[in-house]
Protein backbone atom coordinates (compact mmCIF):
# COMPACT_ATOMS: atom_id res chain seq x y z
CA UNK A 1 0.00 0.00 0.00
CA UNK A 2 1.05 3.37 -1.37
CA UNK A 3 0.48 6.38 1.51
CA UNK A 4 0.49 10.34 0.14
CA UNK A 5 -1.57 11.93 2.56
CA UNK A 6 -1.65 15.11 1.19
CA UNK A 7 -2.30 14.16 -2.43
CA UNK A 8 -5.06 12.06 -1.34
CA UNK A 9 -6.86 14.21 0.66
CA UNK A 10 -6.76 16.81 -1.95
CA UNK A 11 -7.80 14.47 -4.83
CA UNK A 12 -10.71 12.69 -3.37
CA UNK A 13 -12.39 15.25 -0.99
CA UNK A 14 -12.44 19.61 -0.91
CA UNK A 15 -11.09 20.42 2.05
CA UNK A 16 -12.53 24.33 3.66
CA UNK A 17 -9.71 26.23 2.29
CA UNK A 18 -9.16 25.27 -0.92
CA UNK A 19 -10.12 27.02 -4.26
CA UNK A 20 -11.91 24.72 -6.52
CA UNK A 21 -11.56 25.06 -10.42
CA UNK A 22 -9.35 27.93 -11.21
CA UNK A 23 -5.69 29.34 -10.55
CA UNK A 24 -6.06 32.45 -7.99
CA UNK A 25 -4.94 35.29 -9.16
CA UNK A 26 -2.39 36.72 -7.40
CA UNK A 27 -2.17 40.01 -8.99
CA UNK A 28 -0.21 43.05 -7.81
CA UNK A 29 1.32 43.25 -4.19
CA UNK A 30 -0.33 45.52 -2.14
CA UNK A 31 0.31 48.69 -0.32
CA UNK A 32 3.42 48.64 2.06
CA UNK A 33 5.07 45.91 0.31
CA UNK A 34 8.35 47.73 0.01
CA UNK A 35 8.39 48.19 3.97
CA UNK A 36 8.06 44.35 4.10
CA UNK A 37 10.34 43.06 1.50
CA UNK A 38 13.17 45.51 2.72
CA UNK A 39 13.15 46.16 6.04
CA UNK A 40 15.20 42.96 7.26
CA UNK A 41 17.16 43.23 4.83
CA UNK A 42 18.42 46.76 5.83
CA UNK A 43 19.91 46.32 9.15
CA UNK A 44 19.79 50.48 8.60
CA UNK A 45 16.25 50.35 7.69
CA UNK A 46 13.81 52.78 10.29
CA UNK A 47 10.87 50.75 9.64
CA UNK A 48 9.61 49.25 12.96
CA UNK A 49 8.06 45.60 13.82
CA UNK A 50 5.08 46.75 14.37
CA UNK A 51 4.58 48.52 10.48
CA UNK A 52 6.65 44.84 9.23
CA UNK A 53 3.52 43.01 10.81
CA UNK A 54 0.75 45.38 9.66
CA UNK A 55 2.44 45.24 6.13
CA UNK A 56 2.61 41.25 6.05
CA UNK A 57 -1.27 41.44 7.49
CA UNK A 58 -2.21 43.64 5.07
CA UNK A 59 -0.55 41.77 2.44
CA UNK A 60 -2.05 38.27 2.75
CA UNK A 61 -5.36 39.35 2.93
CA UNK A 62 -7.75 37.01 0.30
CA UNK A 63 -10.24 39.56 -1.70
CA UNK A 64 -12.77 38.60 -3.73
CA UNK A 65 -10.59 39.28 -7.50
CA UNK A 66 -7.15 38.95 -5.76
CA UNK A 67 -6.23 35.78 -3.38
CA UNK A 68 -2.76 36.26 -1.31
CA UNK A 69 0.12 35.01 -3.09
CA UNK A 70 1.18 31.41 -3.85
CA UNK A 71 1.59 29.10 -6.56
CA UNK A 72 -2.08 28.60 -7.59
CA UNK A 73 -1.04 25.25 -7.66
CA UNK A 74 0.04 21.79 -5.99
CA UNK A 75 3.94 20.61 -6.56
CA UNK A 76 3.23 17.30 -5.81
CA UNK A 77 7.16 17.10 -6.87
CA UNK A 78 7.97 18.53 -3.66
CA UNK A 79 5.22 17.27 -1.47
CA UNK A 80 6.81 17.50 2.18
CA UNK A 81 6.63 14.42 4.21
CA UNK A 82 4.48 15.02 7.38
CA UNK A 83 6.59 13.70 10.00
CA UNK A 84 9.83 15.26 11.04
CA UNK A 85 12.62 12.49 12.45
CA UNK A 86 15.64 12.78 14.16
CA UNK A 87 17.83 10.03 12.25
CA UNK A 88 20.24 9.02 14.58
CA UNK A 89 18.75 10.03 18.09
CA UNK A 90 17.81 6.67 20.39
CA UNK A 91 13.57 6.41 20.07
CA UNK A 92 11.62 5.26 23.04
CA UNK A 93 8.16 3.67 22.04
CA UNK A 94 5.23 4.77 24.57
CA UNK A 95 3.13 2.34 25.94
CA UNK A 96 -0.61 2.66 25.29
CA UNK A 97 -1.86 2.57 29.03
CA UNK A 98 -5.30 2.03 29.66
CA UNK A 99 -5.62 4.34 32.95
CA UNK A 100 -7.24 7.88 32.54
CA UNK A 101 -9.75 6.67 29.73
CA UNK A 102 -13.15 6.69 31.63
CA UNK A 103 -13.10 10.21 32.31
CA UNK A 104 -16.26 12.09 31.40
CA UNK A 105 -15.82 14.84 29.26
CA UNK A 106 -17.56 17.28 30.93
CA UNK A 107 -14.85 16.61 34.12
CA UNK A 108 -12.00 18.42 32.15
CA UNK A 109 -13.71 21.74 32.76
CA UNK A 110 -14.27 21.52 36.84
CA UNK A 111 -11.13 22.39 38.70
CA UNK A 112 -10.25 19.38 40.78
CA UNK A 113 -12.66 17.08 40.06
CA UNK A 114 -9.43 14.46 38.52
CA UNK A 115 -6.81 13.23 41.06
CA UNK A 116 -3.08 14.41 39.71
CA UNK A 117 -1.32 11.03 38.12
CA UNK A 118 2.16 10.93 38.90
CA UNK A 119 4.41 11.56 36.40
CA UNK A 120 5.41 8.76 34.73
CA UNK A 121 6.55 7.19 31.19
CA UNK A 122 2.51 6.01 31.62
CA UNK A 123 1.50 9.54 31.84
CA UNK A 124 3.39 11.12 29.71
CA UNK A 125 2.43 8.58 27.28
CA UNK A 126 -1.36 9.51 27.91
CA UNK A 127 -0.27 13.12 28.06
CA UNK A 128 0.97 13.07 24.22
CA UNK A 129 -1.16 10.86 23.05
CA UNK A 130 -4.20 12.84 24.17
CA UNK A 131 -1.99 16.03 22.81
CA UNK A 132 -0.27 15.77 19.68
CA UNK A 133 -1.14 11.73 18.19
CA UNK A 134 -2.42 10.19 15.51
CA UNK A 135 -5.97 9.26 15.79
CA UNK A 136 -6.60 7.33 12.81
CA UNK A 137 -5.69 6.56 9.25
CA UNK A 138 -7.75 7.17 6.18
CA UNK A 139 -7.60 5.40 2.78
CA UNK A 140 -9.22 5.62 -0.60
CA UNK A 141 -8.22 3.22 -3.01
CA UNK A 142 -4.28 2.77 -3.01
CA UNK A 143 -3.37 5.44 -0.50
CA UNK A 144 -3.62 6.25 2.76
CA UNK A 145 -3.25 9.56 5.27
CA UNK A 146 -3.20 9.86 8.90
CA UNK A 147 -5.60 12.01 11.24
CA UNK A 148 -4.00 13.83 14.67
CA UNK A 149 -5.60 15.34 17.69
CA UNK A 150 -4.08 18.38 17.21
CA UNK A 151 -6.15 20.02 13.97
CA UNK A 152 -4.20 21.25 11.00
CA UNK A 153 -4.78 23.65 8.04
CA UNK A 154 -5.29 21.53 4.77
CA UNK A 155 -3.39 18.56 7.47
CA UNK A 156 -0.22 19.76 6.51
CA UNK A 157 0.72 19.83 10.69
CA UNK A 158 3.71 22.53 10.65
CA UNK A 159 3.79 21.81 14.61
CA UNK A 160 6.17 19.67 16.16
CA UNK A 161 6.19 18.70 19.57
CA UNK A 162 8.80 18.32 22.57
CA UNK A 163 9.44 17.66 25.76
CA UNK A 164 12.02 17.98 28.98
CA UNK A 165 11.48 15.39 31.17
CA UNK A 166 13.10 14.84 34.66
CA UNK A 167 14.76 11.59 34.73
CA UNK A 168 12.01 9.28 34.73
CA UNK A 169 12.45 5.27 35.10
CA UNK A 170 11.84 3.45 31.31
CA UNK A 171 12.85 6.54 29.78
CA UNK A 172 16.05 8.15 31.04
CA UNK A 173 17.97 8.27 34.19
CA UNK A 174 18.59 11.70 33.56
CA UNK A 175 16.60 14.89 32.64
CA UNK A 176 16.57 14.94 28.66
CA UNK A 177 15.32 16.93 25.89
CA UNK A 178 12.68 14.57 23.43
CA UNK A 179 11.41 15.21 20.58
CA UNK A 180 7.57 13.39 19.82
CA UNK A 181 7.01 10.88 16.70
CA UNK A 182 3.58 10.90 16.37
CA UNK A 183 3.95 8.08 13.80
CA UNK A 184 5.45 6.28 16.38
CA UNK A 185 3.85 7.49 19.44
CA UNK A 186 7.53 7.72 20.66
CA UNK A 187 9.98 10.04 21.99
CA UNK A 188 13.47 10.36 20.02
CA UNK A 189 15.92 11.74 23.14
CA UNK A 190 17.80 14.67 21.55
CA UNK A 191 19.89 15.79 24.52
CA UNK A 192 20.64 14.68 28.11
CA UNK A 193 19.94 18.26 29.92
CA UNK A 194 22.81 19.80 32.36
CA UNK A 195 22.01 18.74 35.67
CA UNK A 196 22.67 22.52 36.67
CA UNK A 197 20.23 23.70 33.73
CA UNK A 198 18.10 21.53 34.81
CA UNK A 199 18.13 22.62 38.14
CA UNK A 200 17.96 26.18 37.29
CA UNK A 201 15.09 25.44 35.08
CA UNK A 202 13.16 23.86 37.59
CA UNK A 203 13.93 26.50 40.25
CA UNK A 204 10.58 28.22 41.97
CA UNK A 205 8.54 25.76 39.92
CA UNK A 206 5.97 23.26 42.03
CA UNK A 207 7.26 19.93 42.26
CA UNK A 208 6.94 17.14 39.31
CA UNK A 209 6.66 19.24 36.42
CA UNK A 210 8.14 19.19 33.39
CA UNK A 211 7.72 21.37 29.94
CA UNK A 212 7.05 21.22 26.55
CA UNK A 213 7.55 22.84 23.52
CA UNK A 214 6.10 23.33 20.16
CA UNK A 215 8.10 24.73 16.82
CA UNK A 216 6.75 25.30 13.29
CA UNK A 217 7.73 24.20 10.18
CA UNK A 218 6.57 27.19 8.06
CA UNK A 219 7.50 24.86 4.31
CA UNK A 220 5.04 22.79 5.44
CA UNK A 221 1.61 25.16 4.93
CA UNK A 222 3.92 27.60 2.78
CA UNK A 223 4.34 24.23 -0.14
CA UNK A 224 0.55 24.63 -0.18
CA UNK A 225 -0.52 28.02 0.93
CA UNK A 226 2.56 30.53 0.01
CA UNK A 227 2.53 33.61 1.92
CA UNK A 228 -0.52 33.06 3.75
CA UNK A 229 0.98 30.48 5.27
CA UNK A 230 2.80 32.28 8.79
CA UNK A 231 -1.12 32.89 9.85
CA UNK A 232 -1.73 29.28 9.36
CA UNK A 233 1.11 27.70 11.17
CA UNK A 234 0.00 29.95 14.15
CA UNK A 235 -3.42 29.14 13.85
CA UNK A 236 -2.27 25.25 14.24
CA UNK A 237 0.09 26.35 17.86
CA UNK A 238 -2.99 27.71 19.28
CA UNK A 239 -4.97 24.67 18.47
CA UNK A 240 -1.75 22.76 19.46
CA UNK A 241 -1.39 24.45 22.56
CA UNK A 242 -5.69 23.64 23.61
CA UNK A 243 -4.68 19.97 22.61
CA UNK A 244 -1.86 20.08 25.00
CA UNK A 245 -4.15 21.92 28.19
CA UNK A 246 -7.02 19.40 27.63
CA UNK A 247 -4.81 16.40 27.75
CA UNK A 248 -3.17 17.64 30.73
CA UNK A 249 -6.17 17.82 32.24
CA UNK A 250 -7.25 14.64 31.53
CA UNK A 251 -3.97 13.69 33.77
CA UNK A 252 -5.23 16.14 36.64
CA UNK A 253 -2.47 18.25 35.73
CA UNK A 254 -2.25 22.35 34.92
CA UNK A 255 -0.39 23.60 31.83
CA UNK A 256 1.03 27.46 31.89
CA UNK A 257 2.08 29.26 28.95
CA UNK A 258 5.35 31.19 29.83
CA UNK A 259 5.66 34.61 28.49
CA UNK A 260 8.87 37.07 28.68
CA UNK A 261 10.35 33.73 27.25
CA UNK A 262 13.14 34.98 24.62
CA UNK A 263 12.19 32.44 21.10
CA UNK A 264 16.49 32.49 20.98
CA UNK A 265 16.36 30.87 24.12
CA UNK A 266 13.64 28.50 23.25
CA UNK A 267 15.62 27.95 20.13
CA UNK A 268 18.49 26.89 21.95
CA UNK A 269 16.65 24.81 24.36
CA UNK A 270 14.88 22.95 21.94
CA UNK A 271 17.97 22.33 19.78
CA UNK A 272 16.37 24.12 16.57
CA UNK A 273 19.74 26.39 16.61
CA UNK A 274 21.74 23.52 16.12
CA UNK A 275 23.14 23.99 11.83
CA UNK A 276 24.79 21.38 11.78
CA UNK A 277 21.72 18.79 12.91
CA UNK A 278 19.79 20.66 9.60
CA UNK A 279 21.85 20.56 6.98
CA UNK A 280 19.79 20.69 3.86
CA UNK A 281 17.07 19.85 5.95
CA UNK A 282 14.22 22.64 6.71
CA UNK A 283 14.18 24.47 9.87
CA UNK A 284 12.12 24.50 13.13
CA UNK A 285 10.88 27.90 13.95
CA UNK A 286 10.50 28.15 17.85
CA UNK A 287 7.26 29.13 18.77
CA UNK A 288 6.24 28.65 22.68
CA UNK A 289 7.26 27.17 25.94
CA UNK A 290 4.68 25.53 28.29
CA UNK A 291 4.90 24.32 31.87
CA UNK A 292 3.07 21.64 33.04
CA UNK A 293 2.43 21.19 37.13
CA UNK A 294 0.33 18.30 38.91
CA UNK A 295 -0.16 20.98 41.53
CA UNK A 296 -4.14 21.60 41.47
CA UNK A 297 -3.57 24.83 43.58
CA UNK A 298 -0.99 26.56 41.10
CA UNK A 299 -1.79 29.66 38.52
CA UNK A 300 0.24 31.43 36.70
CA UNK A 301 0.95 34.38 38.46
CA UNK A 302 4.93 34.70 38.36
CA UNK A 303 5.33 31.66 36.58
CA UNK A 304 8.70 32.32 34.40
CA UNK A 305 12.38 30.84 33.78
CA UNK A 306 14.78 30.98 36.13
CA UNK A 307 17.31 33.65 34.17
CA UNK A 308 19.87 31.98 35.88
CA UNK A 309 19.84 29.20 33.75
CA UNK A 310 19.96 31.56 30.43
CA UNK A 311 23.59 31.68 29.24
CA UNK A 312 24.38 28.15 30.31
CA UNK A 313 25.16 25.34 28.04
CA UNK A 314 21.77 23.52 27.83
CA UNK A 315 23.36 20.07 27.04
CA UNK A 316 26.56 18.39 26.88
CA UNK A 317 25.60 16.08 23.65
CA UNK A 318 22.96 16.05 21.64
CA UNK A 319 21.61 13.04 19.22
CA UNK A 320 20.32 13.04 15.80
CA UNK A 321 19.49 14.85 12.45
CA UNK A 322 16.76 16.15 10.90
CA UNK A 323 14.79 14.19 8.06
CA UNK A 324 14.58 16.56 4.69
CA UNK A 325 11.08 17.00 4.18
CA UNK A 326 11.44 17.90 0.63
CA UNK A 327 13.66 17.27 -2.27
CA UNK A 328 13.53 20.68 -2.94
CA UNK A 329 11.17 23.69 -2.45
CA UNK A 330 10.77 25.77 -6.03
CA UNK A 331 9.55 28.92 -4.89
CA UNK A 332 10.71 30.28 -1.31
CA UNK A 333 8.25 33.16 0.38
CA UNK A 334 10.60 35.43 2.44
CA UNK A 335 8.18 37.38 3.91
CA UNK A 336 7.16 34.66 6.19
CA UNK A 337 10.86 34.51 7.31
CA UNK A 338 10.82 38.49 7.60
CA UNK A 339 7.17 38.56 9.70
CA UNK A 340 8.36 35.49 11.76
CA UNK A 341 11.81 37.73 12.55
CA UNK A 342 9.66 40.77 13.47
CA UNK A 343 7.53 38.69 15.52
CA UNK A 344 10.68 36.72 17.19
CA UNK A 345 10.87 39.10 20.26
CA UNK A 346 9.85 37.80 24.07
CA UNK A 347 6.20 39.69 25.04
CA UNK A 348 6.22 41.75 27.64
CA UNK A 349 4.89 40.00 31.40
CA UNK A 350 1.27 39.84 31.25
CA UNK A 351 -0.87 40.19 33.88
CA UNK A 352 -4.47 41.42 33.21
CA UNK A 353 -7.46 42.24 35.24
CA UNK A 354 -10.55 39.60 35.16
CA UNK A 355 -12.52 40.87 38.16
CA UNK A 356 -15.58 41.46 35.98
CA UNK A 357 -15.70 38.54 34.09
CA UNK A 358 -18.50 36.02 34.43
CA UNK A 359 -18.85 33.35 37.04
CA UNK A 360 -19.44 29.82 36.14
CA UNK A 361 -23.02 30.03 37.26
CA UNK A 362 -23.58 32.93 35.39
CA UNK A 363 -22.50 31.21 32.15
CA UNK A 364 -24.10 27.76 32.30
CA UNK A 365 -27.08 28.35 34.74
CA UNK A 366 -26.80 25.92 36.26
CA UNK A 367 -23.00 24.49 35.77
CA UNK A 368 -22.65 21.84 33.36
CA UNK A 369 -22.33 18.59 35.31
CA UNK A 370 -22.73 15.60 33.10
CA UNK A 371 -22.47 14.71 29.46
CA UNK A 372 -22.83 11.45 27.38
CA UNK A 373 -19.37 11.32 26.21
CA UNK A 374 -15.89 10.15 27.88
CA UNK A 375 -13.08 13.01 27.38
CA UNK A 376 -10.87 9.95 25.43
CA UNK A 377 -14.10 9.91 22.79
CA UNK A 378 -13.99 13.28 22.32
CA UNK A 379 -10.33 13.85 22.11
CA UNK A 380 -9.74 11.40 19.92
CA UNK A 381 -12.92 11.36 17.92
CA UNK A 382 -12.73 14.83 16.65
CA UNK A 383 -12.90 15.44 13.21
CA UNK A 384 -12.81 17.91 10.45
CA UNK A 385 -15.93 18.22 8.41
CA UNK A 386 -15.05 18.74 5.00
CA UNK A 387 -18.92 19.50 3.97
CA UNK A 388 -22.40 20.00 6.04
CA UNK A 389 -26.27 18.59 5.44
CA UNK A 390 -27.47 21.99 5.21
CA UNK A 391 -30.71 20.66 7.45
CA UNK A 392 -29.11 19.95 10.77
CA UNK A 393 -30.86 22.39 13.89
CA UNK A 394 -28.99 22.31 17.02
CA UNK A 395 -30.60 23.28 20.06
CA UNK A 396 -30.40 26.87 22.19
CA UNK A 397 -28.86 25.21 25.10
CA UNK A 398 -26.07 23.46 23.11
CA UNK A 399 -25.49 26.57 21.39
CA UNK A 400 -24.79 28.72 24.57
CA UNK A 401 -23.13 25.69 26.10
CA UNK A 402 -20.56 26.11 23.13
CA UNK A 403 -20.09 29.91 23.64
CA UNK A 404 -19.73 29.58 27.11
CA UNK A 405 -17.37 27.36 27.07
CA UNK A 406 -14.85 29.94 24.91
CA UNK A 407 -15.44 32.38 28.24
CA UNK A 408 -12.47 33.10 31.10
CA UNK A 409 -14.41 33.10 34.50
CA UNK A 410 -13.57 35.30 36.81
CA UNK A 411 -11.61 33.23 38.93
CA UNK A 412 -8.91 32.28 36.17
CA UNK A 413 -10.07 28.54 36.72
CA UNK A 414 -11.84 27.96 33.45
CA UNK A 415 -10.15 25.27 31.02
CA UNK A 416 -8.25 26.23 28.28
CA UNK A 417 -7.98 29.74 29.23
CA UNK A 418 -6.03 29.53 32.50
CA UNK A 419 -3.49 28.47 30.25
CA UNK A 420 -2.87 31.76 28.71
CA UNK A 421 -2.36 35.66 30.76
CA UNK A 422 -3.95 37.55 28.63
CA UNK A 423 -7.96 38.91 28.79
CA UNK A 424 -9.73 37.55 25.45
CA UNK A 425 -8.30 39.17 22.32
CA UNK A 426 -10.73 37.28 20.15
CA UNK A 427 -14.91 38.13 19.82
CA UNK A 428 -16.93 36.56 17.24
CA UNK A 429 -19.30 37.88 14.46
CA UNK A 430 -21.81 35.41 14.01
CA UNK A 431 -24.26 34.02 11.45
CA UNK A 432 -27.09 31.78 12.76
CA UNK A 433 -28.38 29.48 10.41
CA UNK A 434 -30.44 26.58 12.52
CA UNK A 435 -30.56 27.24 16.43
CA UNK A 436 -33.84 26.50 17.70
CA UNK A 437 -35.61 29.30 19.54
CA UNK A 438 -33.00 31.77 17.65
CA UNK A 439 -34.02 33.58 15.00
CA UNK A 440 -31.62 32.96 11.71
CA UNK A 441 -29.59 36.21 11.89
CA UNK A 442 -26.39 38.66 12.23
CA UNK A 443 -24.90 37.96 15.85
CA UNK A 444 -22.25 39.47 18.15
CA UNK A 445 -20.46 37.46 21.00
CA UNK A 446 -17.63 39.91 22.78
CA UNK A 447 -15.33 37.22 25.00
CA UNK A 448 -14.87 40.40 27.22
CA UNK A 449 -17.97 42.15 28.60
CA UNK A 450 -15.88 45.26 28.66
CA UNK A 451 -15.44 45.17 24.78
CA UNK A 452 -19.46 44.96 24.14
CA UNK A 453 -19.60 48.76 23.62
CA UNK A 454 -16.29 49.08 21.62
CA UNK A 455 -17.62 46.09 19.25
CA UNK A 456 -20.71 48.34 19.20
CA UNK A 457 -19.01 51.73 17.82
CA UNK A 458 -17.29 50.02 15.69
CA UNK A 459 -20.06 48.15 13.59
CA UNK A 460 -23.19 49.31 11.93
CA UNK A 461 -24.89 52.24 13.60
CA UNK A 462 -28.40 49.77 12.32
CA UNK A 463 -27.86 46.88 14.02
CA UNK A 464 -30.59 45.57 16.93
CA UNK A 465 -28.14 44.99 19.78
CA UNK A 466 -30.79 43.29 21.12
CA UNK A 467 -30.35 40.39 24.07
CA UNK A 468 -32.22 37.14 23.51
CA UNK A 469 -34.49 35.95 25.75
CA UNK A 470 -33.37 32.46 26.80
CA UNK A 471 -29.52 33.34 26.42
CA UNK A 472 -27.71 33.04 29.89
CA UNK A 473 -27.03 36.33 31.81
CA UNK A 474 -23.44 35.73 31.56
CA UNK A 475 -23.61 35.34 28.11
CA UNK A 476 -22.68 39.00 25.96
CA UNK A 477 -24.59 37.69 22.99
CA UNK A 478 -26.46 40.11 20.86
CA UNK A 479 -28.69 39.68 17.58
CA UNK A 480 -27.86 42.22 15.10
CA UNK A 481 -30.06 41.64 12.27
CA UNK A 482 -32.63 38.83 11.88
CA UNK A 483 -32.28 37.26 8.19
CA UNK A 484 -31.09 34.67 6.18
CA UNK A 485 -27.06 34.83 5.66
CA UNK A 486 -26.32 31.40 4.53
CA UNK A 487 -25.12 32.59 0.76
CA UNK A 488 -23.45 35.44 2.35
CA UNK A 489 -21.78 33.32 5.05
CA UNK A 490 -20.33 30.94 2.41
CA UNK A 491 -19.49 34.11 -0.24
CA UNK A 492 -16.51 35.72 2.53
CA UNK A 493 -15.48 32.34 3.32
CA UNK A 494 -13.93 32.13 -0.02
CA UNK A 495 -17.40 30.85 -1.63
CA UNK A 496 -17.28 27.53 0.38
CA UNK A 497 -20.63 26.33 0.75
CA UNK A 498 -19.67 24.31 4.19
CA UNK A 499 -20.24 27.98 5.61
CA UNK A 500 -23.64 28.29 5.03
CA UNK A 501 -24.35 24.69 5.33
CA UNK A 502 -23.61 24.69 9.34
CA UNK A 503 -26.10 25.31 11.81
CA UNK A 504 -24.20 28.26 12.52
CA UNK A 505 -20.63 30.04 11.31
CA UNK A 506 -18.63 32.67 12.80
CA UNK A 507 -15.83 35.04 11.93
CA UNK A 508 -13.45 35.88 14.87
CA UNK A 509 -13.16 39.37 14.83
CA UNK A 510 -9.55 40.01 17.10
CA UNK A 511 -8.73 43.56 18.86
CA UNK A 512 -5.68 43.93 16.57
CA UNK A 513 -4.37 47.28 16.40
CA UNK A 514 -4.58 48.45 20.82
CA UNK A 515 -3.64 44.89 21.37
CA UNK A 516 0.04 45.40 18.99
CA UNK A 517 0.47 48.81 20.78
CA UNK A 518 0.42 47.65 24.38
CA UNK A 519 2.51 43.85 23.43
CA UNK A 520 3.97 44.72 20.54
CA UNK A 521 4.82 43.13 17.18
CA UNK A 522 5.50 39.87 18.89
CA UNK A 523 1.90 39.26 20.24
CA UNK A 524 0.56 39.38 16.77
CA UNK A 525 1.30 35.66 17.11
CA UNK A 526 -0.41 35.28 20.61
CA UNK A 527 -3.84 36.56 18.72
CA UNK A 528 -3.63 34.00 16.62
CA UNK A 529 -2.68 31.32 19.24
CA UNK A 530 -5.99 32.56 20.91
CA UNK A 531 -7.86 32.10 17.32
CA UNK A 532 -6.80 28.61 17.76
CA UNK A 533 -7.77 28.09 21.25
CA UNK A 534 -10.88 29.13 20.22
CA UNK A 535 -11.58 26.92 17.42
CA UNK A 536 -10.08 23.94 19.54
CA UNK A 537 -12.94 24.45 21.93
CA UNK A 538 -15.60 24.64 19.30
CA UNK A 539 -13.73 21.79 17.68
CA UNK A 540 -14.18 19.58 20.95
CA UNK A 541 -17.64 20.76 21.96
CA UNK A 542 -19.03 20.11 18.28
CA UNK A 543 -17.94 16.35 18.79
CA UNK A 544 -19.42 15.78 22.79
CA UNK A 545 -22.88 17.44 20.44
CA UNK A 546 -22.70 14.47 18.29
CA UNK A 547 -22.04 17.43 15.51
CA UNK A 548 -19.17 18.68 13.34
CA UNK A 549 -17.34 21.44 12.80
CA UNK A 550 -14.27 23.01 10.82
CA UNK A 551 -11.99 25.70 10.78
CA UNK A 552 -11.50 27.80 7.62
CA UNK A 553 -8.64 29.82 6.80
CA UNK A 554 -9.83 31.06 3.19
CA UNK A 555 -12.30 34.19 3.68
CA UNK A 556 -11.82 37.75 2.50
CA UNK A 557 -11.23 39.62 4.78
CA UNK A 558 -12.19 43.22 4.48
CA UNK A 559 -15.15 41.87 2.83
CA UNK A 560 -16.08 40.46 6.39
CA UNK A 561 -15.09 43.71 8.03
CA UNK A 562 -17.74 45.17 5.77
CA UNK A 563 -20.86 42.72 6.63
CA UNK A 564 -20.53 44.38 10.27
CA UNK A 565 -19.35 47.74 9.55
CA UNK A 566 -16.03 47.94 10.00
CA UNK A 567 -14.18 50.75 8.65
CA UNK A 568 -11.05 50.80 10.20
CA UNK A 569 -8.04 48.70 11.26
CA UNK A 570 -8.30 48.21 14.75
CA UNK A 571 -10.51 45.55 13.88
CA UNK A 572 -9.81 42.28 11.96
CA UNK A 573 -10.79 38.75 11.03
CA UNK A 574 -8.42 36.57 11.74
CA UNK A 575 -10.34 32.92 11.27
CA UNK A 576 -13.55 31.43 10.34
CA UNK A 577 -14.93 28.31 11.99
CA UNK A 578 -18.75 26.19 10.72
CA UNK A 579 -20.49 24.10 12.88
CA UNK A 580 -23.24 21.73 12.20
CA UNK A 581 -24.27 18.01 10.61
CA UNK A 582 -21.63 16.24 8.64
CA UNK A 583 -21.76 14.61 5.59
CA UNK A 584 -19.41 11.70 5.94
CA UNK A 585 -17.50 11.01 2.53
CA UNK A 586 -18.75 7.00 1.86
CA UNK A 587 -15.56 6.45 -0.33
CA UNK A 588 -13.29 6.63 2.38
CA UNK A 589 -12.03 3.93 4.90
CA UNK A 590 -10.97 4.52 8.62
CA UNK A 591 -8.32 2.58 9.78
CA UNK A 592 -6.82 2.25 13.37
CA UNK A 593 -4.04 5.53 14.20
CA UNK A 594 -1.62 2.07 15.65
CA UNK A 595 -1.22 -1.16 15.58
CA UNK A 596 -1.85 -1.35 11.65
CA UNK A 597 0.53 -3.66 10.36
CA UNK A 598 0.41 -2.23 6.42
CA UNK A 599 1.72 1.16 7.82
Not at 506 to 521: H, Q, W
Request: glycine fraction near 8%; hydrophobic fraction near 40%; charge should be negative.
Amino acid sequence: MRFQPLRNLLEYIRRPGEQSGTKPDIGTPLPLYTPLATARADPQSDVSAEEIVAAYHERTKHHYHRFAASRGYLDWATQPDPFRRYEGAPLIHLPFPESGQVLEYWQLYVTGSVVPATLSIDSVSLFLRYALSLTAWKRAGETAWSLRANPSSGNLHPTEGYVLLPALTAIQNGAGVYHYAPKEHGLERRADINPSVWTALIAGFPDGLFLAGLSSIFWREAWKYGERAFRYCQHDVGHALGTLRLAAAVLGWKLFLLDRVDPAFTSRLLGLDRDNDYVGAEREHPELLAVVVRDSGATDRGVCLSKAVLGEETAPRWYGSANVLSPEHGVDWPVIEQVAAATASPTFAIDEDFSGFPSEDELFEPPVRSGSSTAEKVILGRRSAVSMDGSTTIPAATFFRMLARLVPTRDRRSVPWDSISWRPRIHLGLFVHRVDDLPPGLYAFARDPDKVEPLRQAMRREFLWSRPQSCPRGLPLYLLQEGDFRALAANVSCGQSIAGDGAFSLGMIVDYEASLAVYGAPFYRNLFWEAGLVGQVLYLESEEAGIRSTGIGCYFDDSVHDIFGISSRDWQSFYHFTVGGPVEDSRLTTLPAYKFETI
